[in-house]
């Protein structure tokens, strides 16, 4: 995405070729600007079809200097909001990635003031906005739960050290199953309660066999990172045994009906059904995309972690938006 500012030799070469009578896309061409720029500029600036770049020059210097809070959002920043709601990206996370990435100040508040203004056109944008999901479940929702014969030693959270609790490190992680619609396809997710760091796969079932396999698929990679593994007491997750001697980790399980005891894994599945919503068949989801969708969550600047993205904190590398950064000045 181009932010170039238009000088005025270059308001001299539009005001040239605009008396030449070449059209607006072939200024645009020449000049290096996208063709909406060219015509806002041209609309904006004439008079009886003249041009007059010394007056635009002198109108644009004046609207640099004005406060801050009434700069308008230009076309390049419109569309750059609408893609980025579209992706699931808050008014937060674009702020944090305009000021990081491309050195642009545009306060999260402006962002939501442009897109409750009362136009038509933005109705649509509104409905995109994320907002709080519901977390407490149906109680009439039927879910199979570990025994008590068969748990009775399960290790419970409130036996859980500060150290997991006060999300100290990297590899304290939360699970849980996302299920589809008509419970025929289901989605295991994992996230790391510091970096927020999320990995997800979609599975054929939800038998305690199917998700440790998967889990061990997605976590054996990372063995010496992980350290322990927090999960609801849910029947997929019994094998927790075989799993944590395979990681050498710990395991706990939240109290039933606690949902809020996994309040990170929870926030996580509720991205993830911005794009994915309930009744969604998980079958018929391309896993390609899915994966895209679950790799952009680990690339946004996060507010908890200080506008850091999830993958630099748990690899303990440099954002790629701080590469670009430097590379861009």
């Keep these: 995405?181009?932010?170039?500012?238009?000088?005025?030799?270059?308001?001299?070469?539009?005001?040239?070729?605009?008396?030449?009578?070449?059209?607006?896309?072939?200024?645009?061409?020449?000049?290096?600007?996208?063709?909406?720029?060219?015509?806002?500029?041209?609309?904006?600036?004439?008079?009886?079809?003249?041009?007059?770049?010394?007056?635009?020059?002198?109108?644009?210097?004046?609207?640099?200097?004005?406060?801050?809070?009434?700069?308008?959002?230009?076309?390049?920043?419109?569309?750059?909001?609408?893609?980025?709601?579209?992706?699931?990206?808050?008014?937060?996370?674009?702020?944090?990635?305009?000021?990081?990435?491309?050195g642009i100040k545009l306060s999260t508040q402006s962002i939501y003031n442009w897109i409750n203004e009362p136009f038509k056109k933005r109705e649509r944008l509104k409905k995109m906005l994320p907002r709080a999901r519901a977390s407490q479940r149906a109680r009439n929702k039927k879910k199979t739960y570990i025994g008590k014969n068969e748990g009775n030693d399960r290790?419970?959270?409130n036996d859980r050290p500060d150290l997991i609790n006060d999300r100290s490190r990297v590899g304290d992680l939360e699970i849980d199953l996302i299920v589809g619609k008509n419970h025929k396809s289901n989605v295991l997710t994992i996230c790391d309660r510091l970096s927020l760091y999320t990995m997800a796969a979609i599975l054929p079932d939800q038998t305690a066999e199917t998700v440790e396999k998967k889990l061990l698929e997605l976590l054996l990679p990372y063995k010496d990172k992980i350290h322990s593994i927090t999960s609801d007491n849910g029947s997929e997750f019994s094998n927790w045994k075989r799993i944590t001697k395979a990681l050498d980790c710990e395991y706990y399980f939240c109290n039933p009906y606690h949902s809020w005891e996994r309040g990170t894994i929870e926030n996580t599945n509720g991205i993830i059904r911005r794009s994915y919503p309930?009744?969604?068949?998980?079958?018929?989801?391309?896993?390609?995309?899915?994966?895209?969708?679950?790799?952009?969550?680990?690339?946004?600047?996060?507010?908890?972690?200080?506008?850091?993205?999830?993958?630099?904190?748990?690899h303990n590398r440099e954002s790629i938006w701080t590469t670009t950064r430097k590379i861009a000045l």
């Design 155 to 157: 290790p419970s959270i």
């Design 278 to 314: 309930k009744k969604t068949d998980f079958n018929m989801v391309d896993e390609k995309e899915f994966q895209f969708r679950i790799d952009l969550m680990n690339f946004r600047l996060r507010k908890r972690i200080e506008f850091k993205t999830p993958d630099e904190v748990f």
């Design 1 to 102: 995405m181009s932010h170039r500012q238009l000088t005025l030799p270059i308001r001299y070469q539009i005001s040239v070729l605009w008396e030449m009578g070449l059209k607006k896309k072939e200024i645009a061409k020449r000049t290096g600007f996208h063709p909406s720029t060219i015509g806002r500029e041209l609309k904006r600036n004439s008079r009886e079809d003249v041009y007059e770049p010394e007056r635009a020059d002198k109108f644009a210097i004046y609207r640099r200097s004005e406060p801050r809070a009434y700069r308008k959002i230009d076309e390049s920043l419109e569309d750059f909001i609408e893609a980025s709601l579209e992706l699931g990206d808050t008014p937060e996370q674009m702020s944090a990635y305009l000021l990081v990435v491309e």
